[in-house]
């Protein structure tokens, strides 16, 4: 005994040193990306903001906020963030609540579809919605009324569909690993069901539904795509952004609209983060995973609810896939292939480009995201509270602003980084970062859950972080690190603002080749591209969720 | 740092696949349509085999912003067939180089710079993209002129884009103002806005939607149009009477080039007879005195003279009121 102690001393003392220094490397080298990446390309935006004529002056900002069509796109953003999180936060509670605290069969077929808005193409979405709601559409002529989709309401539905996955993901983590115990002593004292829900349930998945609102409201002031299909005349602050830059060459305006989204979120986030502080971190140690009974009213009615919300999705995204196999929609609508015959735009040749640089993106971002989760527990508040924030800050900023800001930053000469430009792993590095805040948020969120007491266990029985992060904390987040994962690797497969600025005549991507196509006008082959997509993606998932699978079987 | 690692393995393995064995690179922004592009490169690439040509297409206002963007160390060695509108931005201007083209001294003047900084020897039209069945459905007379979408009846069944987002929706504010006159065009302007369903940010989407029968209307481009009606959509392309808003593909040399022999060498392909047969398949508007774009212009359903449709549009002049047409049409009808 005394012996072991002898031995042990100097090995502790040296975990500890070592210790500090892994925390270091934790949170340093996903900061050195999240600098170099993020907030080097946004100081470059920035200048561009402040520069006027003559050197560098507020002028841009004066002009503006000067201008009416700048607040007029203002409210509507804020009021279209508002609504949409409302709803989405809502409704992803539902799915989330029904996946984790409820009992009944064919939850699969549930995780299965609330993923697809994530997996489609924006025209897709754009389409769908268009095929099925539209004036033309499909429900229009059943009814004989015409309705009017363009604008608020249109807009929503599709920000809703956009952003719904990610608040289930993100409430998700917090719902999965709630304390079975804490229920059954709940039980016990007979408090009811709904007591349990309002008492229990939700202040513990506070920290999931506030980021999940978060993540939703931003996404939705920074989305153009959406805004530009089905919004009709309702601008938001990203059309301006596009109005400017794209439209007039007024780059450094656009910057400067850029920079003013940068504000409601930082505004968003510091009252998330006051609204936490009432809030205790983590849970006792020992935790037992909840296991629901079936309940059947409870359950029946959640049951119902998921499917109805999963049936809209799919109808919205089955309508596109169906109609890539029409002659001509709307009007010929006798069956065919001939769409999948593409030959312009590259053809099929960048869709396995897409896939190795999506696999890139979410294996990296997957590992930096938990390592900066797992350093930043470590870290005192005073010094992770900066990073907490940058690192939530990417979802920030719009897609086309991101990519025109890597141009701008890795296609100077003056440093090293250079040698990125026009590669494969730029893109890759744009479309993590460009996500950068749901993946981060979904691993805080399940961090939220550790109990601490469970790493001090692990701490004071010798294990260094090194080993406590592998054998302890790693396989209690692994629900969450898959999510993120799969989140990555998805977004990466169908993601086009950013990207389209940072394709090479002989580097494309998926996500270009359909755009180009619709550009072309050959909206039916960008539908037959976007299906063929989808399926590479949906192929790619089921092969990793059974490696997976097998892997956890090894194991076991 | 593993991610580092690994991204920059894969990149590295992608730049390998990328970096062509030929020493005679050429790089070419356009804007011009996939399917002539497609024809254009093959021919060139065949009359200049030691180059390998590579093209990157993007749509008139992002590749104006990728352009933008690069000005620091600009990647293209050649803009080709992108709007002159666009082209004549004292931002771009300043990035090229003043070549004169073998053969583009047979344009008139109004088809190239005076400087020799661009020369443009094709160009695309607007037109108004009819949906017939719509139009039939709703009880609509076929509208042949800006006039004609005054009629209530119309109401909520136009879509233009926005010339503050697109090119294509200055395109056409544009000709009706040059065409009218500022006051009456202002005026025709004003007269059809409360019909307009929406204002697009896109050029090509006024045209895809009245396809789909979403709109009975759409101003947008007669490429759209008559590529919908190949596809077989309900569709009539018509060209309003009192002056088609048209706008010239233009291309010019970069000056920051580091191979200005194959970028000159593929200007001069630009306007060799080759390329200029190559046109009158695919262009229904081509500036070459005595080349008629026969073929593409017949497909189009359109006069032999061209001319007599046209707007009578000032490229110099429509650069220079840009910005405050933008900005009154905003102050006007912005949305």
């Known amino acids: 005994m005394s012996a072991s102690e002898t031995i042990r001393r100097p090995s502790r003392h040296r975990t500890f040193d070592s210790d500090r220094l892994l925390t270091a490397a934790c949170v340093g080298l996903p900061l050195l990306g999240l600098i170099l990446f993020f907030a080097y390309p946004m100081l470059i935006v920035f200048l561009r903001s402040i520069t006027v004529d003559e050197g560098y002056g507020m002028g841009n900002y004066v002009q ?3 201008s009416s069509g700048f607040w007029r796109a203002t409210r509507h953003s804020l009021a279209m963030g508002g609504a949409t999180t409302l709803l989405s936060v809502f409704l992803g509670f539902i799915i989330a609540q029904g996946l984790y605290r409820c009992a009944f069969p064919g939850k699969w077929l549930i995780r299965a579809v609330i993923v697809l808005p994530l997996l489609a193409p924006s025209l897709v979405q754009a389409l769908g919605l268009i095929f099925l709601l539209g004036r033309n559409g499909v429900i229009s002529r059943a009814l004989g009324v015409e309705i009017e989709i363009y604008g608020f309401w249109g807009l929503l539905i599709a920000n809703t569909l956009y952003a719904l996955p990610q608040a289930v993901m993100i409430i998700g983590a917090a719902l999965v690993l709630l304390d079975a115990r804490t229920y059954e002593a709940a039980d016990v004292m007979g408090a009811s069901p709904w007591r349990q829900f309002r008492d229990l349930t939700l ?3 506070r920290f999931g539904i506030l980021n999940a609102g978060f993540v939703c409201f931003i996404i939705t002031i920074t989305d153009f795509g959406n805004a530009a299909v089905i919004g009709g005349d309702y601008s938001v602050l990203a059309t301006e952004i596009y109005s400017q830059v794209v439209g007039q060459r007024n780059f450094n305006m656009g910057a400067v609209v850029g920079i003013m989204l940068l504000l409601p979120t930082v505004i968003a986030y510091a009252i998330e983060r006051q609204a936490m502080k009432r809030q205790q971190a983590g849970q006792t140690t020992g935790q037992v995973a909840y296991r629901p009974v079936f309940a059947p009213l409870r359950d029946l009615g959640m049951a119902g609810l998921s499917l109805l919300i999963c049936a809209a999705i799919v109808a919205v995204i089955g309508i596109v896939v169906y109609a890539s196999f029409v ?11 001939k769409h999948y015959d593409i030959t312009l735009a590259g053809g099929y040749s960048s869709l396995w480009m897409t896939i190795l640089i999506s696999l890139g993106a979410a294996v990296g971002g997957t590992i930096a995201v938990f390592l900066l989760g797992l350093g930043l527990r470590r870290l005192p508040q005073a010094l992770a509270q900066p990073v907490q924030i940058l690192a939530a800050m990417p979802a920030a900023v719009p897609g086309m602003v991101l990519g025109l800001a890597y141009i701008l930053t890795f296609n100077s000469t003056a440093t090293p980084l250079y040698l990125l430009y026009g590669s494969a792993a730029l893109i890759g590095i744009v479309n993590f970062y460009h996500y950068h805040t749901q993946g ?7 961090f939220r859950q550790l109990p601490p007491a469970l790493e001090e266990a692990a701490g004071s029985l010798g294990a260094g972080l090194g080993r406590t992060a592998r054998d302890v904390v790693a396989p209690f987040i692994a629900p969450m690190l898959v999510s993120v994962f799969f989140f990555l690797f998805m977004r ?3 993601t086009l603002s950013a990207v389209v600025f940072l394709t090479t005549p002989q580097l494309s991507v998926a996500a270009v080749t359909i755009m180009r196509l619709d550009d072309a006008g050959l909206t039916s082959q960008a539908a037959a591209f976007s299906t063929c997509v989808m399926a590479v993606v949906c192929g790619a998932v089921l092969a990793m969720k059974m490696i997976l699978a097998l892997m956890q079987r090894r194991r076991g | 740092m593993k991610t580092w690692i690994q991204t920059t393995a894969l990149s590295l393995a992608a730049l390998g696949l990328a970096a062509p064995a030929l020493a005679d690179e050429l790089t070419v922004y356009t804007a011009l349509e996939e399917e002539e592009i497609a024809a254009y490169v093959e021919a060139a ?10 093209v990157l297409r993007l749509s008139t206002g992002k590749l104006g912003a990728r352009l933008l963007a690069e000005a620091g160390n600009p990647q293209a060695d050649v803009i080709w067939g992108w709007a002159v509108s666009a082209m004549m931005d004292p931002q771009i201007l300043e990035m090229l180089e003043p070549y004169e083209a073998k053969g583009a001294d047979v344009l008139p003047e109004t088809f190239r710079d005076a400087d020799g900084k661009w ?10 993209c009819v949906n017939t069945a719509r139009l039939e459905e709703k009880g609509l007379t076929m509208p042949t002129s800006w006039a004609d979408l005054e009629d209530p009846a119309f109401e909520g069944e136009v879509l233009m884009p926005d010339p503050n987002s697109s090119g294509t929706g200055y395109l056409h504010v544009n000709a009706v103002l040059q065409s009218m006159g500022a006051e009456a065009g202002w005026a025709q302007l004003e007269a059809v806005d409360p019909n307009m369903a929406q204002y697009t940010s896109s050029g090509s989407k006024p045209c895809k939607s009245a396809r789909v029968g979403e709109y009975t209307v759409g101003i947008s481009l007669a490429f759209t149009a008559m590529q919908s009606i190949e596809e077989g959509y309900p569709l009539a392309m018509v060209f309003p009477e009192g002056g088609v808003g048209y706008e010239l593909e233009s291309s010019g040399l970069m000056a920051s080039t580091d191979n200005p022999e194959g970028a000159k060498a593929f200007l001069d392909w630009t306007m060799s007879d080759e390329a200029i047969g190559l046109y009158q398949q695919y262009k229904a508007l081509i500036t070459v005195p005595g080349v008629d774009a026969s ?4 497909k189009a359903g359109l006069p032999a003279d061209i001319s007599t449709i046209l707007a009578d549009i000032d490229f110099v002049k429509a650069a220079e009121d840009q910005t405050a047409v933008k900005d009154e049409w905003k102050e006007k009808f912005g949305r």
């Open chain 2, 45 to 54: 690439q065949a009359a200049m085999p030691d180059t390998e040509i590579n």
């Open chain 2, 295 to 298: 073929e593409a212009a017949e």
């Open chain 2, 119 to 128: 020369f443009a020897p094709i160009g695309y039209m607007g037109a108004f």
């Open chain 1, 440 to 446: 981060f948020l979904t691993v805080m969120t399940g």
């Open chain 1, 327 to 337: 002659t001509l929609w709307p009007y010929n609508m006798s069956l065919s292939f």
């Open chain 1, 492 to 494: 990466s497969m169908v």
């Open chain 1, 64 to 66: 503006v906020l000067g």
């Open chain 1, 203 to 205: 202040p513990s998945a």
